[in-house]
């Protein structure tokens, strides 16, 4: 039989039951849209994150003690801090460098007359906020006397100023950080959310020897943070930092290093790859409802051959090959299957868009998981209308003739 | 032997010959003879009432004769092709281009039109759409039901849907017309019309038409009646010249 007319005919026994039809094309359409809505929205997903480092600076590096995210907390802990002085010399011997901040960051309780924050105080340099690309809403930066002199200054991200202040002028007044009084100099523009879900506005930034000397009493440096200039590869300044830092440290030439230099690249990897995993992880339980649709379909069209007995045996006494049955049945829950995948291609896709304005996520359309999920819902519809499809062309046809 | 497909033979042969057709069910002590060593044949234009109570070996027959069914032993021979002797499909290719099918159920297909019914067994035979869709109109204008093309079966009385029925038996222009019980569903007025109807295309086209009934009113409409009983042929009234 010709192709075209065994889809007319798959066509016409499906319109004969439009209710079961649908009912039965639920499963399909639930699976699909669920796994096209889970992918559209991890893709989105890890766009922003790999879009919200990338406005940090893709040229950042990050030069810590320690081995960094390889090995457990221990090995950083046990490795000797910087010092200023380290930074100084990054700043001096490495070529191709727009900005050096050295950085060390501790908690510390706010307090603005009644009113209180919890919140994180980094004591850097006025670099840092160039590496950053963060302004000023309003007041002014550190000047370099009052950084080499450690002068109790500060400026104020969004959040905490809103704690302290609500919606008055902050700059000008005075506040304690712990039991130190700073005056506020400046508050920094609003940043949102980082991709690493943490308040970039909830920050008290001050001078580097301020902090040292004042709240920890030592001269260690955490961190150092580095941008390269436009054009000048990370790679190679990462190099050159690495070089440098193992002569600085006297590390032998077989030992591994005892910091870590990372780029933005490897944390963008680093969490682009955490979404993947957990895009792949949803999209895979997604695909289990897909299987159970399969099984929907399998059931309906073993009742379908069952109800459908001596249609079948009639098309065999006129003259249909048992394997004109086959493809008809196996014809027909191809199309019931593939027409779920279609509706929940676009279900999943309308769900994928709403979902993506709701929680602030691109919205990415990937053409390759559409026709694969469109593939694997006819699949589902062969698997599983295989058997039912089998059954109804091994029918005897007196048999068949005969049921009531 | 040939394609069956292709097989066109001499009318001086007889369209049907059983050569010792025995059917056995089961095995061994409890094994049942349903036919045992019938010889018969029916030429071409004949039309045949098959006649017996149940369980007499008549349905068999009818499923060997329609090549649903294969003979465990002697030969059936149709237009000179031993049908015991083809595979499965090659009988079914033999009924999609020599056979006709009447059910006393009409098993029409349901929620589809008469029109399409009608086309079912030349989809099967790959005629092309508009071609098909001319032959089911003309077949279906020749049991008057021209101006019931698209209706479904739900929409036609019994006596239109066995029309209908044999307008999808016919447009293929059989060699045979096989009719299981054909006015078993309908009341005697409907019969009648249905019986007339089939004594006029054996007739008129010289359709052979073999038809299995226990009614003898409708047996009557045939010229020659064959009776079953216990899986032998009994009673061969005959006007021709016989087995």
Redesign the interface.
Same mark, same amino acid.
């Given at each position: 039989?010709?192709f075209w007319?065994t889809y007319l005919?798959a066509q016409?026994a499906i319109r004969?039951n439009v209710l079961r039809s649908s009912l039965t094309v639920l499963g399909i359409v639930i699976g699909v849209a669920a796994v096209i809505a889970m992918v559209t929205l991890g893709s989105g997903a890890t766009a922003k994150v790999t879009g919200d480092i990338s406005k940090l600076g893709s040229n950042m590096l990050h030069v810590r003690p320690g081995q960094g995210m390889r090995g457990p907390g221990g090995a950083r802990a046990s490795a000797a801090p910087f010092k200023v002085e380290d930074a100084d010399a990054i700043e001096h011997t490495v070529a191709g460098l727009m900005a050096v901040a050295p950085t060390v960051t501790v908690a510390r309780q706010a307090i603005s007359g009644s009113a209180n924050w919890s919140t994180s105080v980094t004591g850097t340099t006025p670099a840092f906020l160039d590496i950053k690309g963060w302004q000023l809403e309003e007041g002014r930066s550190f000047t370099p006397g009052e950084v080499r002199s450690g002068k109790a200054v500060c400026l104020l991200g969004q959040t905490v100023k809103k704690q302290l202040f609500e919606n008055d002028a902050a700059t000008g007044t005075a506040i304690r950080l712990g039991k130190i009084a700073f005056k506020v100099i400046g508050t920094l523009k609003e940043k949102g959310q980082s991709s690493f879900g943490t308040d970039q506005d909830d920050i008290v930034i001050i001078p580097l020897r301020t902090l040292q000397r004042r709240m920890k009493g030592n001269t260690d440096v955490s961190a150092i943070m580095v941008s390269a200039d436009d054009g000048v590869s990370t790679e190679t300044v990462k190099a050159d930092i690495e070089r440098l830092m193992r002569e600085r440290r006297g590390i032998k030439p077989n030992a591994e290093d005892d910091f870590n230099v990372r780029d933005m690249k490897e944390i963008i990897d680093t969490l682009t790859g955490t979404t993947k995993v957990l895009t792949a992880l949803l999209a895979s339980v997604a695909g289990v409802s897909l299987l159970v649709g399969g099984i929907g379909i399998m059931n309906i069209m073993m009742v379908s051959v069952t109800e459908r007995t001596?249609?079948i045996?009639?098309?065999?006494? /006129?003259?249909? *090959?048992?394997r004109?049955v086959l493809m008809q049945f196996l014809v027909e829950s191809v199309v019931l299957s593939s027409f779920g995948g279609v509706i929940g291609i676009v279900f999943g896709l309308s769900a994928a868009g709403i979902g993506a304005n709701l929680i602030g996520v691109p919205f990415i359309f990937k053409p390759g998981i559409v026709a694969c999920a469109f593939l694997f819902s006819g699949a589902v519809g062969v698997v599983f209308g295989y058997f039912p499809a089998r059954r109804a062309a091994r029918l005897d046809? /007196?048999v068949a *003739?005969r049921y009531e | 032997m040939g394609d069956p497909m292709h097989a066109k033979c001499p009318v001086t042969r007889n369209l049907i010959e059983f050569q010792g057709v025995t059917k056995r069910y089961g095995k061994g002590q409890a094994a049942i003879r349903a036919l045992d060593g019938i010889d018969f044949s029916i030429s071409q234009g004949e039309f045949v009432a098959v006649m017996g109570p149940s369980g007499s070996g008549k349905s068999t027959c009818m499923n060997i004769l329609g090549c649903l069914d294969t003979p465990s032993s002697g030969t059936y021979l149709f237009d000179g092709v031993a049908v015991g002797s083809l595979s499965q499909d090659q009988r079914a290719i033999l009924r999609r281009h020599c056979l006709g099918f009447i059910f006393q159920g009409f098993n029409l297909l349901s929620r589809t039109s008469a029109l399409e019914n009608v086309e079912l067994p030349l989809i099967y035979r790959k005629v092309p759409v508009r071609e098909r869709r001319r032959m089911a109109h003309k077949a279906l204008a020749a049991v008057g039901l021209e101006n019931w093309c698209h209706h479904t079966p739900g929409e036609l009385s019994g006596g239109q849907q066995q029309r209908v029925a044999i307008a999808r038996a016919i447009v293929s222009e059989p060699r045979l017309l096989l009719a299981d019980e054909p006015t078993g569903n309908l009341d005697t007025v409907r019969s009648r019309e249905i019986m007339e109807m089939l004594a006029g295309f054996n007739r008129d086209q010289g359709l052979t038409i073999v038809m299995v009934t226990h009614e003898t009113e409708m047996a009557a409409y045939a010229a020659r009646r064959i009776h079953f009983l216990d899986g032998h042929l009994v009673d061969n009234t005959q006007e021709t010249e016989g087995a």
């Open positions: 039989m010709m007319e005919l016409r004969r001596r249609e045996g009639t098309r065999l006494a /006129i003259g249909a *090959l048992a004109d046809p /007196i *003739l | -």
